[in-house]
């Protein structure tokens, strides 16, 4: 599921913000980004964010704009300066050819500013800011789940208006089907002639009993009722508290099944086209199951 916040906190080191955006994903997928400084919040961010969020793919961005104010407070580390410039002095000793480290990239070597002790006292904002953002995340997604359980709502509709159309013909269409059958197989009895010693009368009543057995193999009342339950079930876990992708992705396996059953079944062309506009709507929503959590 898609979502987007941004949360962001002034501190006398700069401003420090928070921002989570996501694209959908069968499972979490999160990545961090933040300077080396302050990876000291990571474990806490993912602490925070793994148990408010379980499904998609999740990037956190954490940033720290220094402002005015904070330039004068840094300062540097003298063991860290003099133990580099030996370093440099080693090298430049081995390779005289070696131009001499810049201004820039020793202010850049880690270590070298002391900042340590205010990454560390910046954590608290950070996951302060963190907590809101998920907040808000949270609350995006809800709005976007509501309106994708929305439009499944409205396709298991449909799939319970075919369940409840095939149930309403599935007896004329059965009594139709028999009725060819027998007919077609008295016309080749009569054609070739009654079987031996046996009476054209008793013959067709073993053919209807057989037609009968028959026509108990492809009644489809029972898949229809196990459809209408996954409806009324879809309905429960949509209503429900709590994360619902993963059953839903379960209980859809089940409808996909009674769908090809059902057009296994397929003794008419209506029953046929009940159960290919089924599959349709099971496929529909599972593409959006696949956007919810």
């Known amino acids: 599921m898609t979502g987007y916040a941004l949360a962001t906190r002034e501190t006398p080191a700069g401003q420090v913000s928070v921002e989570l955006r996501s694209v959908n994903s069968r499972f979490l997928d999160l990545i961090l980004r933040m300077p080396d400084e302050l990876r000291i919040a990571e474990p806490s961010l993912r602490e925070l964010i793994g148990g408010a969020v379980q499904r998609g793919k999740l990037e956190c961005r954490v940033a720290l704009r220094a402002g005015a104010g904070a330039l004068p407070q840094a300062q540097l ?164 508290p709590g994360p619902v992708g993963k059953r839903m992705d379960f209980l859809l396996q089940e409808f996909n099944r009674e769908a090809n059953t059902l057009g296994s079944k397929a003794a008419a062309l209506d029953l046929t086209s009940a159960a290919i506009d089924l599959k349709l709507l099971v496929e529909q929503i599972r593409e959006q199951v696949q956007n919810i959590e």
């Open 77 to 240: 580390e003298p063991d860290v300066v003099d133990h580099l410039a030996a370093l440099q002095a080693q090298v430049r000793t081995a390779l005289p050819d070696s131009a001499p480290l810049s201004v820039g990239e020793v202010l850049r070597w880690p270590g070298v500013l002391a900042e340590q002790a205010s990454a560390e006292s910046l954590v608290p904002t950070i996951v302060d800011a963190a907590r809101e953002a998920i907040a808000d995340f949270v609350a995006t997604r809800a709005r976007e789940g509501a309106r994708l359980a929305a439009l499944i709502l409205e396709r298991a509709e449909a799939i319970d208006a075919i369940a409840v159309q095939v149930a309403a013909r599935s007896p004329e269409l059965l009594a139709q089907h028999e009725q060819k059958l027998v007919e077609r197989l008295r016309a080749a009895l009569e054609s070739a002639g009654a079987v031996a010693g046996v009476p054209l009368d008793e013959t067709m009543a073993r053919v209807r009993q057989e037609v009968t057995l028959h026509g108990m193999r492809i009644d489809v009342e029972e898949e229809i009722d196990r459809l209408r339950s996954h409806v009324t079930e879809l309905r429960r876990i949509l209503a429900g």
